[in-house]
């Protein structure tokens, strides 16, 4: 009997406290007043002990493998994890290491040492400031430095280098930048006229005209050739006798070239010096800007003017510079000269 009655009084207190899922929304009910005491006793309880210490889970404190190398050239800068002949390694970073260059170091957990990795002859590019793993399997690592210096004269563009590793049986992938292109200096070919519409006199000023423009224009990435023209076109010198010889030596050809006289072909000297001065024969660059100018403009029963314009519209870095005097127009800006010669 005193089993059913605790299970009788038991089904009471159930059906008053709980709450079924179908039943209807029913008052929370108050603790038991006799189980007030018992709480606050083992909160008081609680509080006596104090909160219990928090804990990392995925971080060994105890028996930690310590791997020590240069502070002074931010060794441990970039740590990644990497798998390698079922074996685990950390690969360490030390950007500064090499005067700049950067170094980095595999490290065996087994062995608790680290050894340089060896590295393809490297520039000063900091290798190891950026560092990353394959996060799924853990077998390829990538490291770079931002600091590959390329130069262009006075300028200094920076890109970066990265090294890639499958594996320590082989060496690393190097991916390098295409790198951007150098256009540094200036060919520059004079063409004057020779003809007999220039005076004697007015012959002399002119070729000390271009003797000044001459000493104006020296300089490391300059080179310069000058071009006669009238009923014939020669090489007064070319951009190699430039370089060969010197400044104050093809100055002394200039005022030395006599008056040929004729008459004036302007667009036949165009073509001339298109085809035949700017050419690596005759020592002209490539890779740089090209400059013509010429003194003078006079209409040329040889050549049209179109074909001397679409003859230099074949070297795309060419520019012109026309002057003839008292014609030069003037707005700078403005191409061509007053002179007008059938198209």
């Not at 059906?15 to 209807?24: G, M, R, S």
């Not at 502070?71 to 090499?98: E, H, I, K, T």
């Not at 430039?242 to 073509?271: C, R, W």
């Not at 679409?310 to 007053?338: F, I, K, M, N």
């Amino acid at each position: 009997m005193a089993v059913k009655g605790a299970v009788k009084e038991g089904k009471e207190m159930s059906e008053k406290y709980v709450t079924h899922p179908h039943a209807a929304p029913r008052e929370v009910m108050a603790p038991d007043p006799e189980l007030r005491p018992l709480l606050v006793a083992l909160l008081t309880l609680n509080l006596l002990r104090g909160l219990a210490p928090s804990q990392a889970f995925s971080i060994e404190t105890h028996n930690a493998t310590v791997f020590e190398g240069d502070a002074d050239v931010q060794f441990g800068y970039r740590v990644v994890q990497m798998r390698s002949n079922d074996s685990s390694w950390l690969v360490v970073s030390a950007p500064l290491a090499g005067n700049g260059t950067g170094a980095l170091y595999r490290c065996s957990y087994h062995a608790e040492t680290c050894q340089p990795i060896p590295l393809p002859d490297t520039p000063l590019v900091s290798l190891g400031l950026a560092l990353a793993s394959d996060e799924i399997s853990g077998s390829r690592v990538i490291a770079c430095g931002p600091r590959l210096q390329q130069r262009c004269e006075e300028n200094v563009y920076l890109q970066g280098l990265c090294y890639v590793w499958g594996g320590w049986e082989s060496p690393p992938r190097v991916l390098r930048p295409a790198g951007q292109e150098c256009i540094s200096g200036v060919d520059v070919a004079i063409l004057y006229d020779d003809s007999l519409s220039i005076q004697p006199n007015d012959f002399t000023l002119m070729k000390q005209f271009i003797g000044k423009l001459l000493r104006a224009l020296a300089g490391p990435r300059v080179q310069i050739a000058v071009v006669q023209f009238s009923s014939y076109i020669n090489h007064v010198f070319t951009f190699a006798d430039y370089v060969a010889k010197g400044l104050e030596a093809v100055e002394q050809d200039l005022m030395a070239f006599p008056h040929l006289k004729g008459n004036t072909h302007t667009p036949s000297a165009i073509l001339f010096t298109v085809k035949q001065t700017f050419t690596p024969e005759h020592g002209a660059r490539s890779h740089i800007n090209s400059s013509c100018s010429r003194p003078g403009a006079s209409c040329s029963p040889k050549l049209r003017r179109r074909s001397g314009v679409q003859a230099g519209s074949e070297l795309p870095r060419l520019r012109t510079a026309p002057g003839s005097g008292r014609h030069v127009p003037a707005d700078p800006g403005r191409e061509g000269v007053s002179t007008r010669c059938p198209e």
